[in-house]
């Protein structure tokens, strides 16, 4: 999949920059790609959402351009590949409807409802199988749960129990809270335009290559997707967004990035070119552009030592809890998928409520154990990796826990004593 998005990467340098040296460039950006590099081999949807995101990007730029209602439905299949890969890909085809009924096209309307019609029917038919599994599951096409966090005051509301997030509760701590959440979000997602989507130096190229290029019918869908998805996750879904929400989105948007970056670079040494005669055009652009490469190159040495500077191996404390727990038994804990990894055990995770709902939790979904780990800082301190509302288990044990000893310091095991039904 990255291999097909390098490939993307390459033909966009090529169609935008008017030469295949602008394409080998945005197709080694898209490789050496700063800070998602270390994420592209995870499991996880940074790969796979990059493929379908940019590829259906890419066809519903073709398909804007006239040629043909293959690209109508190749921007659907592909919409629904990212809206299955994350959330988030709704907003592909939303997209190729907003392109569609563009007011200042001249397109006549009986054409628009057909690629309209091409365009949803293709997204249909790749989605159709999800959405009858989810009327069977949940007894509705999508989930709604995950519209709640446009409500949230904070972002440990994710694990309230039960989720109480909604319009009454978005001013309840005031407009105040209300703006600084958003600003904070801007300023997180500015900083990641910057660092991660721009590799640092080459944000004010790309934003320059967008500017120029902006008429061009290609580029409408990737940018009205761009602003789009900076603005959700800034104004309407603040708290995931800048908690990673849109690092992951914005893979979709790396090989583009790296072409218009390109192209902005040259177009902006030409430029200088213009105004300073002892400047030499094409020596400048060859000197700054493998610069560039070799920035990226090193960001992109940075973001794969950083994980793998996570430790390797079983933790101790999962070879503990795998010798001490009865086979079947269920856990309350921080982080429940990796202590289902290593150990088998399922369970759920601690809740942003008072310590009473444990026991209303472990009843619903027959939980055994609660585990409160601590993480140790260098200074030696220590902070319970807990939401704020459970701190005082810390202090004063409910009824319902019995302690079990564990020889691993940085953590904590009770059993769940549920009464009698």
């Not at 998602?36 to 959402?49: K, S």
């Not at 009924?101 to 365009?119: C, F, G, M, N, Y």
């Not at 989507?197 to 967008?210: D, N, Q, R, S």
Request: proline content about 6%; overall charge neutral; aromatic content about 14%.
């Amino acid at each position: 999949m990255l291999a097909v998005v390098a490939c993307v990467g390459f033909w966009l340098g090529v169609r935008l920059g008017g030469s295949k040296t602008h394409g080998w460039y945005a197709g080694l950006l898209t490789i050496f790609s700063g800070l998602f590099a270390g994420f592209w081999g995870a499991i996880d949807t940074f790969t796979p959402y990059a493929f379908a995101g940019s590829l259906g990007l890419l066809t519903l730029g073709l398909a804007l351009e006239g040629r043909g209602f293959v690209w109508w439905i190749l921007a659907g299949v592909f919409a629904a590949l990212a809206h299955l890969t994350r959330a988030d890909g709704l907003l592909l085809p939303i997209v190729g409807v907003m392109i569609v009924l563009w007011p200042w096209d001249r397109t006549p309307l009986s054409k628009r409802i057909v690629q309209i019609a091409v365009l949803i029917a293709a997204y249909l038919v790749v989605m159709s199988p999800w959405f009858i599994r989810n009327l069977n599951a949940v007894g509705s096409v999508l989930p709604v749960g995950g519209a709640e966090a446009m409500w949230f005051r904070s972002y440990d509301e994710i694990f309230s129990y039960p989720p109480d997030s909604g319009l009454q509760s978005l001013f309840a701590d005031g407009v105040g809270v209300f703006l600084q959440s958003r600003w904070l979000a801007f300023t997180q997602n500015l900083s990641t335009l910057v660092v991660v989507e721009g590799w640092v130096i080459l944000t004010p190229f790309m934003l320059i290559g967008l500017w120029q290029r902006r008429w061009e019918r290609l580029l409408r869908p990737f940018w009205l997707y761009a602003l789009g998805l900076h603005l959700a996750m800034t104004l309407v879904f603040p708290f995931p967004g800048y908690r990673g929400g849109l690092f992951h989105s914005a893979a979709a948007l790396v090989p583009w990035w790296a072409a218009l970056g390109i192209v902005g670079l040259h177009n902006s040494i030409d430029w200088v070119a213009r105004k300073r005669r002892r400047w030499n055009a094409r020596v400048a652009k060859v000197f700054f552009s493998v610069g560039i490469l070799a920035l990226a190159l090193a960001l992109t040495i940075l973001g794969i030592l950083r994980q793998q500077g996570k430790p390797d191996g079983e933790p101790a404390l999962m070879q503990e809890l795998r010798a001490i727990l009865p086979e079947g038994a269920r856990i309350m804990a921080n982080d429940p998928a990796s202590i289902y990894y290593y150990t088998g055990h399922g369970g759920v995770v601690l809740p942003n409520e008072a310590p009473e709902t444990i026991l209303d939790i472990a009843r619903v979904y027959d939980i055994d154990y609660l585990l409160i780990q601590f993480q140790t800082f260098e200074d030696g301190s220590r902070v319970a990796a807990i939401p704020e509302p459970l701190t005082p288990l810390l202090d004063t044990l409910p009824a319902f826990l019995s302690p079990i000893p564990l020889e691993n310091a940085d953590a904590r095991l009770y059993a769940i004593d549920q009464p009698a039904p």
